[in-house]
């Protein structure tokens, strides 16, 4: 920042996200600043022709509360983007469990959905819908564990129960997936229905394991993961399955895979 006194108007120029054009009154010291957000290039500040003794001090206080404000206006854009995807969730969960709830609340709901897109959620299936749901939850429940513990290791370590099964809910989908792309392809399509095994890495807490042998009868499904807290609820989930005879999970890492010929089909999730 460069700073200069005279007697004529004093320009201070500092690097800023956005440019402010100030209104002088020629009875104060400083002008009142208002913002433009269509020029984006610096912030400037003008001192009145009377000030000869410039306040350093005063002067960053004063940029200091337009960088606070700049912060509460970002806030503010974010925050609509949090509500609305809020309400989105709220309206999946109150169609899900079907229920009633208040209807004040509901119809802002509706307002909120209205204005965002009238069909969004008109023609989701119920699995549609549920993945949705949950990849809403597991959204907001990541960012609630990140902001709860900043200085937490990288990586997928999370052991809250909500956030691996609402994880696990949207992998349920992947099989839908998959099966789209086999009526395309004969030669998936034929490997799904042959006797064999299908290897899912990653498997969480199971449900696409669970769901990959509801789809595929003929198939034997393993599902391995390094993370003992996701395959203790896998190993739950399976047990009140009707596929429980057919699903195997094992602790593992896929480098540490030994009987990797058995596999017909192998599901290995990709980097986002």
Known sequence: MSAGS????????????CEFNMT???????????????????????????????????MAALVSSMSFELLLNKWQALNSSVEALAAIG??????REELKGDSRVRAILQD?????????????????????????????????????NPARAPGWNYEDPGI?????????????GINLVAAQRPDLGAALQKR???LDVGTGVGRLAIEAARSWPSLRVIGIDPWEPALSLARKNLAQSDVAGRVEFRLQRIEDLDDKTIFNLAWLPGPL
Not at 90 to 95: D, I
Not at 115 to 133: C, F, K, R, Y
Request: glycine share 4%.
């Open 6 to 17: 005279h007697s004529a108007d004093l320009v201070i120029v500092v690097d800023a996200v």
């Open 24 to 58: 002088t009154n020629e009875s104060a010291d400083f002008g009142q600043p208002s913002v433009d957000s269509r020029n984006s290039r610096c912030l400037a500040i003008r001192v009145c022709k009377q000030r000869q003794n410039f306040d350093l001090a005063g």
């Open 90 to 95: 709220a309206e999946l969960r109150l169609r």
């Open 112 to 148: 909120v959905l209205h204005s965002i897109d009238p069909g969004l959620l008109e023609d989701l299936d119920t699995n549609q819908e549920s993945a949705a749901l949950a990849l809403i939850q597991t959204s907001f429940r990541q960012a609630i564990d990140l902001l709860e």
């Open 164 to 176: 691996l099964e609402s994880q696990g809910e949207v992998s349920r989908q992947i099989v839908r």
């Open 196 to 198: 064999g095994a299908f």
